[in-house]
């Protein structure tokens, strides 16, 4: 009995440090944004054209609702307008400015949320 508790003990004086380890290199994740400190997140197109439709870029320029869908529509407002917007409060990295997929994934979100 006695040579089982050193190893006992070991393991689990061990795994409490070996678990925390691990959990400090996971990203956490929150709806499809993964949080890095320091860092503006990512958010996805689709997010971010919900977002501003329910208004979460008001405040840096970009109307929310019908009237965001028909300033796009009539093309006062483009979707590098809100990824421009979104870089302001930092919500996405200025890098994305630049990536045309992420545009007109963006884009397509937009005429999808005019066509409901």
């Known amino acids: 009995m006695q040579r ?11 795994s ?16 499809s944004v993964v949080v890095n400190s320091g860092k503006a997140s990512k958010i996805n197109p689709f997010n971010l054209a919900f977002m501003a439709e329910r208004g979460y870029l008001q405040n840096v320029g970009i109307k929310s609702g019908n009237a965001l869908l028909n300033a796009h529509q009539s093309g006062m407002v ?4 809100i990824v421009q ?8 990295p200025e890098e994305t400015l630049s990536d045309q997929g992420y545009l007109s994934a963006l884009e397509a979100q937009l005429q999808a949320l005019e066509a409901d």
Not at 78 to 81: E, I, R, V
Not at 86 to 91: F, I
């Open 4 to 14: 089982y508790i050193l190893p006992i003990l070991s393991a689990l004086l061990i």
């Open 16 to 31: 409490p440090v070996l678990a925390t380890t691990a959990q400090a290199q996971i990203p956490i994740t929150y709806n």
């Open 78 to 81: 483009t979707a590098k307008d």
């Open 85 to 92: 917007s979104a870089v302001k409060v930092k919500l996405l």
